[in-house]
């Protein structure tokens, strides 16, 4: 049970480390806490009050997998034009903008929110599709690709 602990210790830190845990509902971030709890006091010697924190922590876990429906492969969505305006939005671009301004824009805002610099995965995640859905939008209508 020790090992065991000890794992799930370096779970959760790796967890807060890569900044997987902004992305947990606060249900998950107390089942891992109550897990981190239980498994400190497992390894210190005391199972009676770990056990039953590692046990509820793991069977909450289960059972939120056991709810997620089963992912099925789905076709390329085909952009709407309310993602085309929810990218420009994102970006600061105007509908008029071309390639070389949405690259530019796409530029200005991915140094300030990459992961790198203290931003997170989703955000530069988001900023990144937004300027392959413009770019990919442009190439498709036949508009100048810019630079």
Do not use: C, Y
């Not at 239980?38 to 924190?53: Q, S």
């Not at 922590?57 to 997998?65: E, I, K, N, R, S």
């Not at 992912?71 to 929810?86: C, G």
């Not at 990144?128 to 990919?136: I, K, Q, S, V």
Request: charged share 20%; proline share 5%; hydrophobic share 50%.
């Amino acid at each position: 049970m020790g090992l065991f602990a000890l794992l799930l210790i370096g779970l959760a830190g790796w967890l807060i480390w890569t900044g997987r845990l902004q992305r947990m509902s606060a249900k998950d971030g107390m089942a891992l806490g109550a897990a981190l709890v239980g498994a400190v006091m497992t390894a210190k010697g005391k199972p009676l009050v770990g056990a039953p924190l590692l046990i509820g922590a793991t069977l909450f876990f289960f059972a939120q997998g056991q709810k997620a429906k089963p992912a099925t492969p789905k076709a390329r969505p085909t952009p709407l034009s309310d993602d085309i305006v929810k990218a420009r939005a994102l970006l600061g671009v105007g509908a008029d903008a071309d390639a070389g301004e949405i690259r530019a824009a796409h530029r200005r805002l991915i140094a300030s929110v990459h992961p790198d610099r203290g931003g997170t995965e989703a955000l530069a995640a988001q900023i990144n599709a937004a300027r392959d859905l413009l770019l990919a939008q442009q190439a498709e209508s036949g508009q100048s690709p810019g630079r």
